[in-house]
């Protein structure tokens, strides 16, 4: 079965520092996709970042980066240059040749 | 329309009374998932409906949930006899799933905030 799990309930940041949020997953297949989603105050989900599985480069997306480790079955969230509107829920999922599936969430507080 | 539609956008209803809750996926979307968020909490997985395939309903918390998808469009989710503990934010979310597969992104509606007295 699928498992995707986020340590971190709650981090904070001081504008343009960097922040990383951790994430690990389980699965039993080969090949599958990782994503970050956004959730701001407003609710809506947004996408920040997403990687195949099969590749090994780490997916950059302008100020955000993962750190992929397929052995580890690790997948962080690097946000540098952290800005106040980056203030939100960031969720980590898993797709594999199943349904995706979401983390508990870690809430991310930039302070000014 | 441009975007997940999903409505109500708030339902407040009492113990015992039975609710709809309605979705609007992005025409051409093959895949439409259900999830539900409890105040601060992560995203829960409900149901799954992916084009013709019998849907994954492996997350509905009991017999009170149901869930429907007419001619692979508009989805009903269906919450019976309703619960003080099914008080939360429903969220649904659409994808192209065939194009890039596995990878594609989800569309997520705003949700409907459910408060059960």
């Known amino acids: 079965a699928q498992t995707v799990t986020q340590s971190q309930p709650e981090m904070s940041v001081q504008e343009a520092e960097t922040v990383t949020l951790s994430c690990t997953y389980d699965t039993s297949e080969n090949n599958y996709y990782l994503f970050w989603y956004k959730q701001p105050p407003s609710r809506q989900m947004i996408l920040v970042i997403r990687q195949e599985a099969y590749k090994q480069q780490n997916a950059t997306e302008n100020r955000f980066s993962v750190n992929f480790q397929k052995a580890a079955k690790s997948f962080s969230l690097k946000i540098s240059d952290s800005q106040l509107g980056d203030t939100a829920m960031y969720f980590c999922a898993l797709k594999d040749t199943d349904k995706l599936i979401f983390g508990t969430g870690t809430r991310l507080q930039v302070f000014p | 329309g441009a975007g997940v539609s999903q409505s109500p956008s708030n339902k407040v209803t009492e113990k015992g009374k039975d609710v709809e809750l309605r979705c609007d996926p992005i025409?051409?979307?093959?895949?439409l998932y259900w999830y539900r968020q409890s105040l601060g909490q992560g995203l829960e997985f409900l149901i799954y409906?992916?084009?013709?395939?019998?849907?994954?309903k492996s997350g509905l918390p009991s017999d009170r949930f149901s869930a429907e998808r007419t001619g692979g469009s508009v989805s009903t989710l269906t919450i019976q006899r309703t619960q003080q503990e099914d008080s939360a934010v429903y969220l649904c979310?659409?994808?192209?799933?065939?194009?890039?597969?596995?990878?594609?992104?989800?569309?997520f509606g705003s949700g409907t905030q459910l408060s059960v007295l």
């Open positions: 979310a659409s994808s192209e799933e065939g194009v890039s597969w596995g990878g594609e992104k989800l569309f």
């Open positions: 025409s051409g979307h093959t895949a």
């Open positions: 409906f992916q084009g013709n395939s019998a849907p994954d």
